[in-house]
C-alpha cells in the first residue's frame, strides 16, 4: 500500500505573533466573496474567521483547525460531510447539517457552526453549516495565491503552511550539521 | 457575558465586591472588556503602528522580517516619535482647555458677569498677582482679576515664539527657565504648541526622532502651564485647599441619602453643586431620602470638591462604574475627561442618571443638561432635582453598599504645607523642611501622579511603592487617581504614619503634625489635588530650590506614574523629565518599537534636561530604582 502523505497544517511561531489579528481578518474576508475587507463589509458580506488568535500566559498564539490524521471530526459526523479529502480534512457544506457534533469533538476548538445568509425569524431552518480553516483551498485557486490569506497578512511571519515532509527535511539538515560537527570531534574506539 | 474571575482585579475591597455583584448580574465593567480585548496588537503597543494618513495603516515588523518603512519612507524611530508626541499634545491640550474655562470665567467675572461666582480668596489672588506682576495697590478687586485674566489668556494668544508663556517664566526657578529657554523647550503659547505638534507630525513633516522628541518635551511644558494656571485661578475663585477630613471609598454612599457622584475633572459645575444642595435638602427628606442630599466625588472633580469642601470620594476612575452598581446611586453629573462611555449602559440596569453637562463632552444614552456659568446656579438645582426625582425610581431591594471607607485627611496645597511648617518655625517656614532634608530625616520626596489601568490589579502599584518609599524615609505627596488611590486604602492618616513610616519621616511629620494642631503626625501621603494640581508640587518644589539656591533637577524629588494610561498623564510625566525629575511610569508607554526613541526619553533627556523617565512595571525594583535616583541627587548635593 502506497503511504499516505500527511496533511499540509499551520504552523505558528507564538514568538513572533504581535496579536495584530491581521490573520483573522483575512481569513474572514478570504472567505467572504469579497475582495478586501472595506468591500467586504460595505457589500455586508458573512465576515467570519475560521482562525482565532488566543491569548496565554502573556502570549499570543493564533489557532485553526490542525489537518489531524485520525480526525475525531470525521468520526463524529454522522452525515459523511466532515471527511478526509485531497491532503486535508474537508467539510462539504451541501452535506452539513449542523448538528455540531464535530465542534464539540475537535480538540482544538478549530470549528464554528455558522449561517452566512439573513434567515428569517420563525423560518425552518437556520441554514448553519460546519467552518473551519480549509487552508484556502478555493480562494488560493481563485486568486492564484500558493499561500492561505492569514499567512499572506501576517506581517510578521508569525504562521506559515507547512509541508511535513519539508519540515522534516529541514529540521535533519539542521540536526545532521551539529551531529556531522561534533562528531568530527568524536575518537571514540568500541 | 463569559465568567471572568476578578478576584485580583482591584486591591479595593470595596471595588472587588461590587465586581462580584458584577458577575452576578452579568455587568460588564471596564475589566471585563479589558478581557475581552486580550490579545492586544503588539503593533500598537510598540507603537508600530502608523495611522498617520490615508496610505496607512503602515505597520513596522519589529522582528525585522517584514517591513521597514511605512508607505511614506517613514521609519520605525519616526512613527514611534510622532504618536508620542501626539499624545502629549492631546494631554496638554485637555489640561489647558480645562483652565482656558477657568480663565475665561475670571476674564468674564471681572466684567460683571457670572453672579454665581466670585472670589473667594482675595489672598490668593493678590499673591497671583504678584507673581505675575499686576499692581494691587489701591485698585479694585475686579480690576485686578480682568488683568490677570488678561495675562493667563495672553499663553493662549502670545505669538511671539521667542516670548515665554507667562506663568511659566513667573513660576520656575531662575536657572529652569534659563536652561529650558536655551533649549527652546519653553512654549510661548499653548494653542500654538498643541497646533504645531500636530503640524509637524502631519505626514510629510518632522521625521528626526530627536527633533520630534524636543518638540514633545515643548508641549509637554506648556501642559504645565495650562495646568498650573487652572490650579492657581481655581485656588482664587473657589478657594485654596486647607487640610480637612474627609473619607474615601464606597462606604460614603448612604442608604438614606439622595446621592448624586460627580465625576471628571472642572470643577467649575461641581463646586456650585456642593454650594446648592443644603439649600434643596428638604426637597430630597420630602421625597423620602431621611438624611438629606450625599454629594460623593469620582475622579478629579472628586478632588476639587474633596479638598475644598471635605465631600467624601467614592473612587478613582477605573471604578467610576461600580458605584451604581451599589444600586443607591440617584445621579452621576459628569464633566470633562476620564469619563467611561459605558456608564450609560450600566446606569440602565438601574435607576441612575447619567448627566452630561459639557457641550463637547456628550455621551449617548445620557442625559444632556447644558451647563452656563452665567446660570451655574439654575444648572446645578435642575440637576440635584433630576436626582431627587430618580431617588423615587430606586429599588430598595437592590441597595448593596460596601460597608467599608477610610478616613482622609486632604487639602495639602502647597500653601497648606507651607503653613503647617510655619507652625514650626514662622519666620522661615521652609527651613523645617530643608534641614530635615539635610540631616536625612527626609531622604527625599516622591510626587504620585496618574490614573488606572485594567494593566495593574487597581491601586496595588501606588500602595506597594508608596509603602516601601515611606519606610526609607521619603516623602510621599500624591494627586489625582494616585491620591484616590491613597485615600480608599487609608495611606492619608496619621495612623498610616505610624504603621508605614520609617523613622526618621515619621519623627517629621510628627513634629508638624503636632505643632499645626492635627493632634497626630501628618498623614503618610499628602493629598495635593486632582490631576491638573501637580502644579502645586512644583510650587513647593520651587519654593526649596530657591531657597537652597538650585535648580529643581538637583532636588531629591522623584515622580511615580506606576499606573498611568491617560495622554494627560504621558504629558504630566514628560514636563516632569523636563522640569528635571526622574519619572516613573508602571504601564509601558508605546515606545518599545524604537531603540532611539527610547534611549532618548531614559537617557539622553538627562543630560538635556536633567530628569528622565524610568519606565518599570514593577513596583518592587521601581522603589529601588526611584530609591537609587534620590540618592544620586542627595549625593550631588553633598547630602
Ligand atoms: S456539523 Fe456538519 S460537519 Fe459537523 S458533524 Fe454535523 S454534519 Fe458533520
Ligand atoms: S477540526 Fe479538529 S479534529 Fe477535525 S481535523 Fe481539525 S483539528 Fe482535527
Ligand atoms: S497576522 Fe500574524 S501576528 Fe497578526 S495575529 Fe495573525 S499570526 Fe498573529
Ligand atoms: S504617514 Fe507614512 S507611515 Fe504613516 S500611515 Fe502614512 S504612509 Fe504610512
Request: glycine share 8%; proline share 5%.
Amino acid at each position: 500500500m502506497p503511504p499516505i502523505k500527511e496533511n499540509v497544517i499551520i504552523y505558528a511561531n507564538p514568538d513572533h505573533c504581535l496579536s495584530c489579528h491581521s490573520c483573522e481578518l483575512a481569513c474572514a474576508v478570504a472567505h467572504s466573496g469579497g475582495h478586501d475587507m472595506i468591500e467586504a463589509i460595505a457589500a455586508n458580506l458573512p465576515l467570519h474567521a475560521r482562525n482565532k488568535v488566543v491569548s496565554v500566559d502573556g502570549t499570543a498564539m493564533p489557532m485553526q483547525c490542525r489537518q489531524c490524521e485520525d480526525a475525531p471530526c470525521t468520526f463524529a459526523c454522522p452525515t459523511g460531510a466532515c471527511r478526509q479529502a485531497d491532503g486535508q480534512v474537508q467539510i462539504v457544506e451541501q452535506h452539513c447539517i449542523g448538528c455540531k457534533l464535530c465542534v464539540m469533538v475537535c480538540p482544538f476548538g478549530a470549528i464554528t457552526v455558522r449561517s452566512e445568509t439573513v434567515v428569517e425569524q420563525g423560518a425552518c431552518t437556520n441554514r448553519g453549516v460546519a467552518k473551519k480553516c480549509d487552508l484556502c483551498v478555493d480562494w488560493r485557486a481563485s486568486t492564484g495565491k500558493t499561500a492561505p490569506a492569514c499567512v499572506e497578512a501576517c506581517p510578521t511571519k508569525a504562521i506559515r503552511m507547512v509541508d511535513l515532509d519539508a519540515y522534516r527535511i529541514a529540521l535533519r539538515e539542521a540536526r545532521a550539521r551539529e551531529i556531522a560537527k561534533s562528531h568530527r570531534h568524536m575518537r571514540v574506539q568500541f | 457575558m463569559t465568567h471572568h474571575d476578578c478576584a485580583h482585579c482591584s486591591s479595593d475591597a470595596c471595588a472587588t465586591e461590587m465586581l462580584n455583584l458584577a458577575e452576578a448580574n452579568s455587568i460588564e465593567t471596564a475589566w471585563h472588556r479589558y478581557e475581552k480585548q486580550q490579545p492586544q496588537c503588539g503593533f500598537g503597543s510598540a507603537g508600530l503602528c502608523c495611522r498617520i494618513c490615508l496610505k496607512g495603516p503602515c505597520r513596522i515588523d519589529p522582528f525585522g522580517e517584514g517591513p521597514k518603512y511605512g508607505v511614506c519612507g517613514a521609519d520605525r524611530d519616526t512613527i514611534v516619535a510622532r504618536h508620542l508626541v501626539r499624545m502629549i499634545a492631546a494631554g496638554t491640550a485637555a489640561h489647558s482647555e480645562h483652565g482656558r474655562h477657568i480663565a475665561l470665567a475670571m476674564q468674564h467675572i471681572s466684567q460683571g458677569e457670572l453672579h454665581d461666582y466670585s472670589i473667594r480668596d482675595e489672598a490668593k489672588l493678590y499673591a497671583i498677582a504678584k507673581t505675575l506682576g499686576v499692581a494691587t495697590e489701591g485698585r479694585g478687586l475686579l480690576a485686578i482679576v480682568g488683568d490677570l485674566a488678561a495675562i493667563t489668556l495672553g499663553d493662549f494668544q502670545n505669538q511671539d515664539y521667542d516670548k515665554p508663556c507667562a506663568w511659566l517664566a513667573a513660576s520656575l526657578t531662575p536657572r529652569r527657565v534659563k536652561r529650558l529657554g536655551d533649549l527652546g523647550l519653553l512654549p510661548h503659547n499653548i494653542d500654538a504648541s498643541v497646533a504645531q505638534t500636530m503640524s509637524r507630525t502631519h505626514v510629510g513633516c518632522d521625521a528626526d526622532p530627536t527633533n520630534l522628541i524636543l518638540g514633545g518635551l515643548r508641549v509637554a511644558m506648556a501642559d504645565l502651564d495650562g495646568s498650573m494656571l487652572a490650579t492657581e485661578l481655581s485656588d482664587a475663585l473657589f478657594g485654596t485647599p486647607q487640610p480637612v477630613v474627609s473619607a474615601a471609598n464606597l462606604g460614603v454612599m448612604k442608604r438614606g441619602a439622595v446621592n448624586i457622584a460627580v465625576n471628571g475633572h472642572n470643577p467649575m459645575l461641581s463646586d456650585i453643586i456642593c454650594d446648592v444642595a443644603a439649600d434643596l435638602r428638604d426637597e430630597a427628606i420630602a421625597a423620602g431620602a431621611a438624611e438629606g442630599i450625599n454629594i460623593i466625588g469620582i475622579c478629579c472633580t472628586g478632588h476639587e470638591v474633596m479638598m475644598r469642601h471635605g465631600v467624601p470620594l467614592a473612587t478613582n476612575y477605573l471604578s467610576q462604574e461600580l458605584p451604581i452598581l451599589t444600586g443607591a446611586l440617584e445621579a452621576m453629573v459628569v464633566d470633562v475627561q476620564c469619563i467611561m462611555p459605558s456608564l450609560p449602559r450600566i446606569a440602565e440596569c438601574f435607576h441612575t442618571q447619567i448627566i452630561t453637562t459639557d457641550k463637547h463632552n456628550k455621551i449617548s444614552g445620557a442625559t444632556h443638561v447644558p451647563f452656563d456659568e452665567h446660570k451655574a446656579v439654575e444648572t446645578a438645582k435642575t440637576i440635584i432635582r433630576m436626582a431627587i426625582a430618580a431617588f423615587g425610581r430606586r429599588d430598595p431591594n437592590r441597595v448593596a453598599i460596601p460597608a467599608f471607607k477610610q478616613k482622609s485627611i486632604v487639602g495639602f496645597s502647597a500653601e497648606a504645607v507651607v503653613a503647617a511648617l510655619a507652625k514650626v518655625n514662622a519666620d522661615d517656614p521652609l527651613k523645617p523642611l530643608v534641614d530635615n532634608v539635610v540631616n536625612g530625616n527626609i531622604q527625599g520626596i516622591v510626587l504620585f501622579v496618574g490614573c488606572n489601568t485594567t494593566k495593574v490589579q487597581q491601586d496595588s502599584a501606588y500602595v506597594d511603592l508608596a509603602k516601601s518609599l515611606a519606610k526609607r524615609n521619603v516623602l510621599v505627596l500624591a494627586t489625582g487617581c494616585a491620591a484616590g488611590a491613597f485615600a480608599k486604602a487609608g495611606l492619608m492618616t496619621s495612623e498610616a504614619t505610624t504603621q508605614y513610616a520609617g523613622e526618621g519621616l515619621k519623627g517629621v511629620l510628627s513634629a508638624i503634625g503636632t505643632a499645626a494642631g492635627l493632634g497626630g503626625p501628618l498623614p503618610l501621603v499628602m493629598h495635593m489635588g486632582s490631576c491638573v494640581d501637580n502644579s502645586r508640587a512644583v510650587a513647593l518644589a520651587t519654593a526649596l530650590a530657591n531657597k537652597l539656591g538650585v535648580d529643581l533637577s538637583d532636588l531629591p524629588l522623584v515622580a511615580s506614574a506606576p499606573e498611568c494610561m491617560s495622554e494627560k498623564a504621558l504629558a504630566i510625566g514628560s514636563w516632569a523629565v523636563t522640569i528635571g525629575l526622574p519619572t516613573h511610569v508602571g504601564s509601558v508607554p508605546p515606545v518599545i518599537g524604537s531603540q532611539i526613541v527610547t534611549k532618548l526619553v531614559t537617557e539622553t533627556a538627562k543630560d538635556l534636561v536633567g530628569g528622565y523617565f524610568i519606565v518599570d512595571t514593577d513596583p518592587k525594583s521601581a522603589g529601588d530604582k526611584l530609591y537609587a535616583a534620590i540618592q544620586e541627587r542627595r549625593a550631588g548635593l553633598g547630602l
